[in-house]
């Protein structure tokens, strides 16, 4: 199979990708019942299916898996013989955030500058296609030589856990040789970049109490505990003065040691306004890939607009905790629950509530299949080498997947690269990165069948 055919093909097959994308993405699928009728997330799966059997696929299921969401499941056989792989991308995506200040509507897949914008466009239901077209392009060749597993998970962006403790219940259904989880990204747009590293994730609530209800603040202000003062001090509490985090026993001195990540051009991928320092020592490869980083998510307490003149008798907050590989995250949870206890002035009362939890997770990048994905890259992005990086991000799964199965190989490749903006308003994805990834893990896959073989 010739690279430059294998290329064509993936060009020939961008605008059908276009069309598709565009449908999948027009699913307001956010995991969060609260906030967008649970239909759509419905709709998104079924789609799906319906893709997955339409291409071939056996054994097509929607998984109902304990957190209340659906995955979906597939296999496509191969050769006698051949290795599996399984293929892993999401169709849940976040809150769109601010409409308005979206340039395009969120859930309207729009073209502008070379690039296409929309919720999920790169996280994650890029990362489905991708797949596709890949599989597409293997069938109009040779045919794909490896037997095909693909899950596509409904409750990623919820870090609650639901397909982690379906594949417990039952091993065998995502066994592979090698998993390729498209849900990273290139360290920058056309610098072919595998992911190796992840951080885990502990998120909890804090709830403070110190009366039995608000008071006025003039009658007892001065003398009455204010339970959003103590909770505004106890958040402080997490933070060193160069914004470091400080968790009481927990190491934050972790290093990194592959690629590097400037100042500069981080402030420009974070669009951090000028003027404004970056947070925490070392450099910033070693505070977003190697050390553990705190973030308060959101407060519960009177808006500006509704405050009144009184003393807050209760607060609460919902904050995540970044675990890099080396630390337990079930510890670091112990962790922090007791550093937020033992903060609270004025013995106010502090409740701590885990609301999810993922283990960090580190690849072992000596394995056969990463010599083929690098040469599958070195073709696919002539005159550039794959890059190993880490994502202080969290994939929860990895390292259940990894506890399942010892064995299998796990490489991360994605579309979320720093101008794909995930998670933020005008988030977008590159089709060039598209059509090069597609043929990475087309070329991939063959060299895969040919080392096992």
């Known amino acids: 199979m010739e690279p430059k055919q294998l290329a064509e093909t993936v060009a020939s097959l961008l605008p059908r990708a276009h069309t598709e994308l565009a449908e999948l993405v027009s699913f307001r699928s956010v995991a969060d019942p609260t906030q967008f009728p649970k239909t759509e997330c419905e709709a998104a799966a079924n789609w799906v ?3 997955l059997r339409a291409e071939g696929f056996e054994n097509v299921a929607l998984l109902d898996t304990p957190d209340g969401t659906q995955s979906v499941y597939g296999f496509l056989p191969g050769p006698a013989d051949a290795p599996t792989v399984l293929l892993y991308a999401h169709y849940d995506v976040q809150p769109p955030l601010d409409e308005a200040a979206w340039l395009s509507p969120p859930f309207e897949l729009t073209e502008r500058d070379g690039r296409w914008y929309g919720r999920g466009a790169a996280d994650c ?49 995502l066994a592979a040789d090698a998993i390729v989880i498209g ?135 919902l904050v995540s905790l970044r675990v890099p590989p080396g630390i337990d995250t079930t510890e670091a949870t112990k962790l922090l629950t007791a550093h ?21 997770f580190c690849a072992d990048t000596t394995s056969p299949a990463y010599a083929e994905m690098a040469e599958a890259m070195r073709i696919a992005y002539p005159g550039k080498e794959m890059q190993t990086a880490g994502l202080g991000g969290s994939i929860p799964l990895c390292s259940t997947l990894a506890g399942l199965y010892p064995g299998a190989e796990i490489l991360l490749i994605g579309l979320s690269e720093p101008e794909a903006q995930i998670h933020a308003v005008n988030e977008s994805v590159s089709p060039d990165e ?12 063959v060299g895969y069948a040919h080392s096992m073989g």
């Open 49 to 51: 299916a319906g893709t």
């Open 125 to 173: 239901k890029g990362g489905l296609i991708m797949h596709l077209t890949a599989l597409r392009t293997l069938k109009r060749h040779s045919g794909v030589p490896v037997n095909i597993k693909v899950i596509v998970d409904g409750s990623e962006e919820q870090g609650t856990g639901g397909l982690a403790r379906y594949a417990e219940a039952d091993p065998r259904l």
């Open 183 to 317: 849900d990273s990204g290139n360290f920058r747009t056309g610098l072919p970049t595998v992911t190796t590293t992840l951080r885990g994730m502990t998120k909890v609530r804090v709830q403070v109490d110190t009366l039995e209800g608000d008071l006025h603040s003039g009658l007892f202000g001065g003398a009455a505990p204010d339970a959003l003062a103590a909770l505004i001090r106890i958040l402080g509490s997490l933070r060193a003065e160069d914004g470091s985090t400080t968790v009481d026993g927990l190491t934050g001195d972790g290093e990194w040691n592959g690629i590097q990540y400037t100042d500069e051009d981080f402030r420009e991928d974070a669009k951090v306004h000028d003027g404004v320092e970056l947070i925490g020592g070392g450099t910033v490869a070693d505070r977003i890939w190697a050390r553990p980083a705190v973030t308060v998510l959101g407060i519960d307490c009177p808006s500006v607009a509704d405050a009144s003149l009184s003393v807050q008798a209760s607060a609460c907050a």
């Open 340 to 360: 937020l206890e033992a903060k609270a002035p004025w013995r106010a009362r502090v409740a701590v509530e885990q609301v999810s939890q993922g283990q960090p």
């Open 434 to 445: 598209l059509a090069r990834l597609s043929l990475t893990e087309a070329l991939f896959l």
